[in-house]
């Protein structure tokens, strides 16, 4: 919900870091692995039992570096393997921060991590056959600013996903009830581009 207005507030800034680093040689996917590693690492501090608030520096870094790459991207050129590559390392970070959580304590949150996962999966599922089908028809959009794939607005998007994703490593003992939460609301963001895939490709 929160991505368009975002992208107009963080892109000028990233799009002259990312031409800096373009300059310096250092490229789109670089930038991408760089923020999947990060990501990981939070993951890692959490999984570990490690205090939440040691996560957010690297989560937050991992979150920059995933706008990064698209400004190096868009510095240097395109390729549709990088678009490629920055969604299946997006998946893996969202799929990487709830796992944590399960382990850190599987009595406790096990059951609602596994409900949030089966969320995030659903709702990708519908994110990516829209933007299949949205490019067989040749379908554009720039709301969410320059894009290798098709990205429709949703209830939930990468911004409110982040917002959470930082208020449980600050609240980590509140996790399982915050997981219920924000995995219904991804089911209704799922529900909804259901709806506009019904109204669109019909």
């Known amino acids: 919900m929160l991505d368009g207005w975002m ?3 963080i892109d000028p800034g990233l799009n002259r870091l990312g031409k800096g680093l373009a300059d310096r040689g250092v490229t789109a996917d670089a930038v991408t692995l760089a923020g999947l590693a990060l990501g ?5 501090v959490l999984a570990s039992g490690g205090p939440g608030w040691a ?3 690297p989560l937050m870094a991992s979150r920059v570096a995933d706008g990064l790459d698209g400004a190096v991207a868009r510095a240097r050129g395109k390729t549709d393997f990088g678009g490629y590559l920055d969604i299946v390392c997006d998946f893996v970070f969202y799929a ?3 796992m944590a959580f399960v382990m850190r304590d599987p009595m406790a949150n096990g059951v609602a991590g596994a409900f949030l996962l089966a969320s995030f999966y659903i709702n990708g599922s519908t994110f990516l056959g829209y933007a299949v089908l949205a490019e067989k028809r040749g379908m554009e959009t720039r709301s969410r600013g320059e894009k290798s794939l098709y990205f429709t607005a949703g209830l939930l998007e990468g911004t409110e996903t982040i917002a959470f994703f930082l208020i449980l490593c600050l609240f980590p003992a509140a996790f399982a009830p915050l997981a219920w939460g924000f995995a219904a609301l991804c089911l209704v963001t ?3 581009r259901v709806l506009l895939a019904r109204r669109s490709f019909r």
């Open 96 to 98: 990487a921060i709830p």
């Open 190 to 192: 799922a529900l909804s």
């Open 55 to 57: 996560a957010v520096l």
């Open 7 to 9: 992208r107009g507030v």
């Open 40 to 44: 990981l690492l939070a993951a890692g």
